[in-house]
């Protein structure tokens, strides 16, 4: 009935095929503690709205605190990864999020790693000032951008980020506030806004061995911002 909180140096170890049904306006926090969401493919662990339509958020905070979450399926939700706290993701979907904020965010020199992930159905995703890195995943049906990095650094491989193809001005990946962001072999598809967009001072961002297609603009660079565009079909 209330939140879930846990405590420096506690762990919360969540078994395969356990649902876990969080009220409205609740959550679940972790201060410097771990969460250890031990899915499989044939059980994963669920994490859903108890109502079926309400928002609720997963937020790990704090040098010592670690998500690691592998064959999870969020619905409705956003994690949020804040102040040094460290996520690890695996064969999980984060889906139907209404939250503006994003889906997945992180701040404060957070750590973000996502390997064979589903992200569908939501605004955007948002890292900030934070160490991410992306491989062999899939960004689709979003409202707003697929992957925006403000700061820090991204390296993001092997991934499909797609918006549907009535959604006006959604962003593939948006570059911003110096941020250093490279995509490897990705496919940026029906992007009305841009594939690829940096802007800001001191952003830098490469586009290597990829494809964009049904993009307003394949590859946007705003002014002072740079971009390397390399062995690309735009």
Known sequence: DGNVTVT??????????TTVLVNSGLGITVNNGTIDVQGT???????VPSDGASTWTMT???????????NAVTVGGAVVVASGAQAALTDSTLRNSSNAGGILQSSGGASVTLVRCIVSDFV??????????VSDSLFRWMTAAGIEV???????QRTTVRASSAAAGVDG???LGGAAVTADRCLMLDTRGSGLTASDTSTQAGLLRSAVAG?????????PATVRN?????
Request: proline fraction near 2%.
């Open 173 to 175: 990946i948006r570059a």
């Open 230 to 234: 390399v062995n690309n079909t735009i």
């Open 60 to 70: 790990a905070s704090g040098a010592s605190a670690a998500l690691v979450v592998s």
């Open 124 to 133: 955007k995703t948002a890292f900030a000032a934070s160490t991410v890195s």
């Open 150 to 156: 403000t700061g820090g650094t991204a390296t993001i």
């Open 215 to 223: 993009a307003g603009t394949g590859v946007k660079r705003v002014s």
């Open 8 to 17: 420096s140096g506690a762990r919360l170890t969540i078994a395969a095929g």
């Open 41 to 47: 493919a044939a059980a994963p662990v669920w994490f």
